[in-house]
């Protein structure tokens, strides 16, 4: 992962409250960031390649060590599928048509939203109140999925991992949003379901909530005063 750093904002630490995953920083916040793999949109490899895997066993053994989410994370920080694929292919010459349906049909890992949550997102619009994203996707998945999903219509602005070439739980790309977004950090309420990530967002002042489910992100939300 690129190591980008930026001192915009000096750390602010969060005390954690009494509803598990969540941190509680000074003052009111007045945007939501919003993670979207596993917040709003149900992201798994598997949810593609158990169409195309019979065998159980031989499905776990290709996500485990074929296309692995740790090998799709260089995508997420910034590396071109022009290199990934063909390394991948040379590596498993036998498994060349699913590396491709990776890239081809890779919209089908993300197949249904995250129940709950669009609906929240939409409250929020409705409030006024300021939305973003803040997520680790590839550019060149990113630019294929966002076409089919309208609720990013209702968000000022997304930060992208893998166009910024820098990924959470990376401080570089807290910063970029911070500049991108126009908020202070402890104005940003911040939801992601990776605790790596939400303690880096706590790291830097954000307001930061461990995604677990709609309802107690809806519970946060309105202990907040973002929602009514």
């Not at 000022?156 to 166009?163: L, R, T």
Request: charged share 25%.
């Amino acid at each position: 992962m690129p190591d980008r750093r930026d001192s915009l904002a000096a750390p602010a630490k969060g005390k954690a409250s009494e509803r598990s995953g969540a941190f509680c920083m000074p003052g009111a916040p007045r945007a939501v960031v919003f993670d979207i793999g596993r917040v709003l949109y149900d992201w798994n490899l598997r949810n593609l390649f158990v169409k195309l895997i019979a065998d159980p066993a031989e499905l776990d053994w290709f996500l485990a060590n074929v296309v692995t989410e740790e090998w799709h994370f260089q995508s997420d920080a910034g590396r071109p599928l022009a290199e990934m694929l063909p390394e991948r292919i040379a590596q498993f010459p036998d498994h060349a048509p699913l590396i491709e349906a990776y890239v081809a049909r890779f919209n089908e890992t993300l197949p249904s939203a995250i129940p709950g949550t669009p609906d929240l997102v939409r409250r929020l619009s409705a409030a006024g109140v300021p939305l973003f994203g803040l997520t680790n996707f590839g550019a060149e998945f990113w630019r294929g999925f966002r076409p089919t999903a309208p609720l990013f219509d209702l968000f000022a602005d997304v930060v992208v991992s893998g166009e910024e070439r820098c990924a959470k739980p990376d401080p570089g790309i807290y910063a970029i949003a911070e500049r991108r977004f126009g908020h202070a950090p402890e104005a940003l309420f911040f939801t992601d379901d990776n605790p790596a990530n939400v303690a880096a967002a706590a790291a830097r002042g954000w307001q930061a909530h461990l995604f677990t489910g709609a309802a107690d992100l809806e519970h946060e939300l309105m202990q907040r005063g973002l929602l009514p």
